[in-house]
């Protein structure tokens, strides 16, 4: 990729971001760890129960969670560059400083260079996000991804038990389109009016760009990332998995274009589950609006659901 023009995402373009050349990832430790026991314990005792369990075993390591392999392929990004830092992942928790020692123990123990977070002790964390300048947050929170979104950030709620170790070191990262990378304008006609008013609407629309959606700003940081590497030996690869087929392939397609956005692989599967084509990709993590299809995409790879536009009006 040879394009290497800055992000047009807010966080990477304000003057008063901590780090206007990185990208940036902002994880909660649940979503970075397996907590799911210590979690329970929180649910089912309380506070004090919890705090009691966490600091009587801060030095016992905790397994990895959904989003583990994907933040050690990030980082390892930087070894491949050299010179100084180009990503970075922040630690968002909810857990308090006390209590949080055993996460950091544990970041300390995997070898991850995470080196800044905030420990929230009980309050969501969303509210450090932007003045981290972060360009993606993982969670396993609905809450706090929501509140993301409406911040203008790209976020995402990690759905338990589709992460797979990958066998190699190029991150792979999957997106649906509408909704997601795109707005949900033509989404809206399909869900209000059907699929054939959806497929006129896109014919006569071929040639007019689709409005951005929450993940632009995130695929344009992306893609800048890219721009440092050879093409032929990028460690990061992009792939639009989205259920929409000919005719309505040309409208992302000029969109794209127009975007001046390259992705690496699109497929268009016209209703064809998504699951099985996202493992063939070798996805490290795939981003959809659609609670269904973010379902059947966990069962194949880790999968964020996206919770915007007119597929959660109802939720």
């Given at each position: 990729?040879?394009?290497?023009?800055?992000?047009?995402?807010?966080?990477a373009?304000?003057?008063?971001?901590?780090?206007?050349?990185?990208?940036?990832?902002?994880?909660?430790?649940?979503?970075?760890?397996?907590?799911?026991?210590?979690?329970q314990?929180?649910?089912?005792?309380?506070?004090?129960?919890?705090?009691?369990?966490?600091?009587?075993?801060?030095?016992?390591?905790?397994?990895?969670?959904?989003?583990?392999?994907?933040?050690?392929?990030?980082?390892?990004?930087?070894?491949?560059l050299?010179?100084?830092?180009?990503?970075?992942?922040?630690?968002?928790?909810?857990?308090?400083?006390?209590?949080?020692?055993?996460?950091?123990?544990?970041?300390?123990?995997?070898?991850?260079?995470?080196?800044?977070?905030?420990?929230?002790?009980?309050?969501?964390?969303?509210?450090?996000?932007?003045?981290?300048?972060?360009?993606?947050?993982?969670?396993?929170?609905?809450?706090?991804?929501?509140?993301?979104?409406?911040?203008?950030?790209?976020?995402?709620t990690?759905?338990?038990?589709?992460?797979?170790?990958?066998g190699?070191?190029v991150?792979?990262?999957?997106?649906?389109?509408?909704?997601?990378?795109?707005?949900?304008?033509?989404?809206?006609?399909?869900?209000r009016?059907?699929?054939?008013?959806?497929?006129?609407?896109?014919?006569?629309?071929?040639?007019?760009?689709?409005?951005?959606?929450?993940?632009?700003?995130?695929?344009?940081?992306l893609?800048?990332?890219?721009?440092?590497?050879?093409?032929?030996?990028?460690?990061?690869?992009?792939?639009?998995?989205?259920?929409?087929?000919?005719?309505?392939?040309?409208?992302?397609?000029?969109?794209?274009?127009?975007?001046?956005?390259?992705?690496?692989?699109?497929?268009?599967?016209?209703?064809?589950?998504?699951?099985?084509f996202?493992?063939?990709?070798?996805?490290?993590?795939?981003?959809?609006d659609?609670?269904?299809?973010?379902?059947?995409?966990?069962?194949?790879?880790?999968?964020?659901?996206?919770?915007?536009?007119?597929?959660?009006?109802?939720?």
């Open positions: 990729m040879t394009n290497t023009r800055q992000t047009g995402s807010p966080q373009d304000s003057p008063q971001s901590p780090a206007v050349n990185k990208l940036i990832i902002a994880i909660s430790s649940r979503a970075l760890f397996d907590l799911r026991e210590s979690h314990v929180y649910e089912e005792q309380g506070v004090e129960a919890f705090s009691a369990y966490q600091v009587a075993r801060e030095n016992d390591v905790l397994p990895k969670g959904e989003a583990f392999s994907l933040v050690e392929k990030f980082l390892q990004i930087n070894e491949r050299g010179g100084a830092p180009r990503v970075e992942v922040i630690l968002l928790s909810r857990n308090s400083a006390d209590t949080g020692l055993r996460v950091f123990n544990s970041i300390e123990h995997y070898g991850l260079s995470i080196s800044r977070a905030a420990f929230c002790n009980g309050g969501s964390p969303y509210r450090y996000i932007a003045p981290f300048g972060c360009h993606l947050f993982l969670s396993t929170d609905g809450g706090d991804v929501r509140r993301a979104l409406e911040q203008g950030i790209a976020a995402a990690l759905i338990p038990g589709g992460a797979r170790q990958r190699d070191e991150l792979r990262f999957a997106f649906d389109g509408d909704a997601v990378i795109f707005s949900d304008e033509a989404e809206q006609i399909f869900k009016e059907g699929l054939a008013a959806f497929t006129t609407a896109e014919r006569a629309s071929a040639r007019q760009p689709l409005q951005g959606g929450p993940f632009k700003g995130f695929l344009e940081a893609q800048h990332l890219q721009a440092e590497f050879h093409a032929d030996d990028c460690p990061i690869r992009t792939a639009l998995v989205t259920a929409r087929s000919a005719p309505a392939h040309e409208r992302v397609i000029r969109t794209l274009r127009a975007w001046n956005i390259r992705i690496d692989e699109s497929i268009f599967l016209g209703g064809l589950p998504k699951g099985e996202l493992r063939a990709f070798g996805a490290d993590v795939f981003f959809d659609q609670p269904n299809h973010c379902a059947s995409a966990g069962e194949h790879v880790a999968t964020g659901h996206v919770p915007h536009g007119i597929a959660n009006l109802e939720e």
